[in-house]
């Protein structure tokens, strides 16, 4: 009874990953990024809008999204973003804030299927069985088809909007997402899905560069197969608290497979001492109910988020070299971890249960 009620209460944490989506259309001008990161000093506003996407081509779905749109004439690299579980367009929104006040377009979708509505779009409290009965629902190969078909529809979507020509530069695209959304990320960019065919319907080849919070090793394959196809150049980013009840690893260390099994392009990996599933979400940072570890951590998460899509998505050389030393600048707060040719010999790290 211990172990399910330890269960239930992460998996409250995981299914409340981000508040309920708003139907309000706010402009926003936002404040400049914390001192000392990449980007504070060309800080600007940002523009928050709010709108959904219909898909005829997949009876009729609806893909709500959230757009933050720097102020200025662009064209701004593109970072689509994928919520976890239970979460929504507004999960991640202190990490997707600090991206687009760097000069970054910013589009959260928001997936059917898998998302807030599984609690009743943030109702009434649920009872504590029926969020473990929500979250496996959440988790059907229907929901997951879904979620993964949003991103290249989303792409198109953007890409075909007159509203946004000249604003967004589609030639520099990246994509992060969160738990189930850095399931959706690594798909995106070529993970094999043994039990879905044809998943390469899911690949996307505009997406250049690409993070992933709090990431899993693949269910059910081998993962060096796993990830075989990718090419892509990502970050990767856990905790040593970074848990909850769906978890196939025995040890949150184990997230850090997808990190180890990539070859061929260039892997960052940090790990937070004592970061938990919830961190990367927001979903504290949105109800002002921070830990006194949060703040830290989070302004680490932005900076190092901002850091890596500046090297990867605006080819500043300064953020390129700064990526090698990774290890350097998080020791205190955590571990990380370089695997680039042009770094050097990769960062040394523990070998994990089924790459030995």
């Known amino acids: 009874m211990q172990g399910f009620a330890s269960a239930v209460a992460a998996l409250a944490v995981l299914l409340a990953g981000a508040a309920a989506p708003s139907l309000a259309a706010p402009s926003l001008a936002t404040p400049g990024l914390a001192a000392g ?74 997936h059917a299927g898998s998302d807030t509505a599984l609690l009743a779009g943030g109702g009434p409290p649920v009872a504590e069985a029926a969020r473990v009965a929500a979250g496996r629902a ?31 530069d589609l030639g520099r695209v990246g994509m992060s997402g969160h738990s189930y959304g850095a399931l959706s990320t690594l798909t995106a960019v070529g993970q094999r899905l043994p039990a879905m065919p044809g998943d390469t319907a899911f690949m996307e080849p505009r997406i250049k560069a ?35 009840p769906f978890d196939l690893e025995k040890t949150p260390f ?39 570890i949060d703040p830290p951590q989070m302004e680490i998460v932005k900076t190092e988020t901002v850091r890596f899509w500046d090297a990867y998505l605006k080819g500043d050389r300064a953020a390129l070299a700064a990526e090698c030393d990774l290890p350097a600048r998080i020791a205190g707060a955590g571990s990380a971890y370089t695997k680039a040719m042009r770094c050097g010999p990769p960062t040394p790290i523990e070998t994990v249960e089924g790459l030995r």
Do not use: C
């Open 37 to 110: 990161t990449p980007a504070a000093a060309a800080a600007q506003g940002v523009e928050i809008r709010y709108g959904q996407w219909t898909d005829p081509a997949r009876d009729g779905r609806v893909v709500p999204y959230k757009l933050y749109l720097p102020t200025g004439p662009g064209p701004f690299p593109l970072v689509i973003h994928s919520h976890g579980l239970g979460g929504s367009r507004e999960a991640s929104a202190y990490i997707l804030t600090a991206v687009a006040q760097a000069g970054y377009a910013v589009v959260a979708v928001q």
């Open 138 to 168: 959440g988790m059907t190969s229907d929901a997951a088809r879904g979620r993964y078909g949003d991103i290249p529809f989303a792409l198109d979507r953007i890409a075909a909007d007159p509203a946004l020509a000249g604003k967004v």
């Open 210 to 244: 690409a993070i992933a919070y709090s990431p899993n090793k693949p269910r059910g394959d081998d993962a060096r197969a796993a990830f075989a196809r990718i090419r892509t150049p990502m970050l990767h980013f856990t905790g040593t608290a970074d848990a909850t």
């Open 254 to 292: 184990e997230r850090t497979t997808p990190f180890q099994a990539i070859q061929g392009a260039d892997q960052f990996l940090i790990v937070l001492t004592g970061a938990d599933h919830a961190l990367f979400g927001g979903r504290r940072d949105q109800l002002k109910q921070l830990k006194p």
